[in-house]
């Protein structure tokens, strides 16, 4: 069986940072996408950064220049550093990762259980 956790998140000050971790553990043959996704209340659940297994990470235009996305292929872990926080990244943030157990030739979309992240004075 396979699972994301996360650690990290919590209530901040604008202008300051914050680091968000996920862990990938189970039965996993290969990992393809690895990335984080937010929803603040009354909105829709949207992409805030991914990291592919090859390839340039991209970001939402919100958080470029902000935050930064780094994945550790080895330990099959996923950061999310989110400096400048403004209260507007306020929301509950969720890993995502797109991953083949050893059991199946299919590939799953699979969640963590989302940390919050509140910005405010």
């Known amino acids: 069986q396979v699972q994301l956790v996360e650690s990290g998140g919590g209530l901040v000050q604008p202008g300051t940072s914050l680091r968000l971790s996920c862990a990938a553990s189970?039965?996993?043959?290969?990992?393809?996408?690895m990335g984080w996704y937010r929803q603040a209340p009354g909105k829709q659940r949207e992409l805030v950064a991914v990291?592919?297994?090859?390839?340039?990470?991209k970001y939402a235009d919100s958080v470029k220049g902000r935050f930064t996305i780094s994945r550790d292929n080895v330990k099959n872990t996923v950061d999310l550093q989110m400096n400048n926080l403004k209260p507007e990244d306020t929301a509950v943030y969720y890993c995502?990762?797109?991953?083949?157990?050893?059991?199946?030739?299919?590939?799953?979309?699979?969640w963590g259980q989302g940390t919050q992240v509140t910005v405010s004075s």
């Open positions: 995502a990762a797109e991953i083949r157990p050893y059991s199946t030739p299919t590939v799953y979309i699979y």
């Open positions: 990291a592919p297994s090859g390839g340039s990470s």
């Open positions: 189970g039965s996993i043959f290969s990992i393809n996408f």
